[in-house]
């Protein structure tokens, strides 16, 4: 796989892990990272609640030196907070600041933040220019190819970017109406990639080497991004490495694996949260581990009612074992 710079930023490869909300918290970028992810990104952050110094949003930018690069998301739908929420990014040490122009969530997409803003390219310049002068780290972009189907608007979302000095675009390949499910479109993304002058990533649906291909392959394709497929699955950016290395496919993690990763989820996530509200957050992630186990349902229930560390492990130990 490539190396790539963003800006002035190397990254070591190009297969990155996309951002989550709720998800990319500190703890999962860590496993990503240790995995071979190129890039990893936190979880998107509003630029209003940046700007307000409010304490949980800035807890969601915390950032260790083992997981860097690390690009800071950030979303808004004016450019006095996103310019603002920038620079603040910057001072917590994101080494990127990535600006959401994707998310479909009704919430963002009442404040004017997020894809909606894909349908107004004066205000996109307007924000990009502002945040681009702003700081002095990489400036980013994650966008959709369009809100509805048949629309592609990421080609001239991507020539505005150029022009105020964006240094890439993740380009989520499915129209904002679709949500994060659904077929990705390569022609769409091919359209988007034709004639770039920075780099474009790929995004949608990538869950294995075969898949990877096919977006690799498109011309001008800078690199790939993974969200759902590698939760749980951290070795899918070491299997698509060497897939494009040397053309040999690495075997699946085992079940054993997926237990030791979510063994170290566990320490990682109640060392930064603490007893009680890690083990309450890893039922939001446990599923993505134990979801192709036999009794994955009953497992999960174990898992919602669990409130301390040592009988969480018991379980893990037991599971591991079998
Ligand atoms: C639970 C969840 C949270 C997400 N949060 C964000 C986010 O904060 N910022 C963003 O740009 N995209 C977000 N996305 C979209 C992903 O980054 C990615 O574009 C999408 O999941 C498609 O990639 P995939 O098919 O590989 O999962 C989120 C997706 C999911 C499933």
């Known amino acids: 796989m490539s190396k790539l710079l963003i800006g002035n930023i190397k990254v070591n490869n190009n297969i990155f892990l996309a951002p989550m909300a709720g998800l990319t918290d500190l703890p999962l970028r860590l496993l990503a990272k240790q995995d071979g992810a190129g890039l990893v990104y936190t979880e998107m952050v509003s630029a209003k609640a940046l700007v307000y110094r409010d304490k949980k949003t800035k807890k969601l930018l915390t950032i260790l030196d083992e997981e860097r690069p690390v690009s800071a998301q950030i979303v808004g739908g004016d450019s006095y907070s996103m310019s603002e929420a920038a620079k603040i990014v910057q001072d917590l040490g994101a080494d990127i600041v990535d600006i959401n122009l994707g998310c ?16 107004n390219e004066k205000l996109v310049s307007k924000i990009l220019e502002s945040v681009v002068k702003s700081v002095k780290i990489p400036v980013t972009i994650k966008i959709r190819i369009g809100l509805l189907p048949e629309q592609n608007v990421a080609p001239g979302i991507i020539k505005i970017a150029q022009d105020c000095g964006i240094k890439m675009v993740a380009v989520h390949a499915r129209p904002a109406s679709q949500g994060h499910s659904g077929t990705p479109d390569l022609n769409a993304f091919a359209q988007s990639c034709d004639g770039a002058k920075i780099p474009i990533i790929g995004n949608g649906g990538i869950i294995n080497e075969e898949i990877a291909l096919e977006f690799l392959k498109i011309p001008n394709c800078a690199g790939i991004m993974i969200g759902h497929g590698a939760v749980g699955n951290y070795s899918i950016f070491r299997r698509i490495e060497e897939f494009f290395k040397t053309g040999k496919k690495l075997s699946l993690p085992t079940q054993k694996e997926k237990i030791k990763w979510l063994k170290q989820h566990v320490i990682y996530s109640t060392e930064f949260y603490g007893e009680k509200k890690g083990l309450v957050l890893m039922r939001k992630v446990a599923h993505y581990y134990v979801k192709d186990m036999p009794n994955a349902a009953k497992i999960r229930g174990e898992i919602n009612s669990m409130t301390i560390l040592e009988d969480f492990n018991n379980l893990l130990n037991i599971l591991i074992d079998t």
């Open 104 to 119: 479909p969530v009704r919430k963002i997409a009442k404040a004017g933040a997020g894809a909606k803003l894909l349908a």
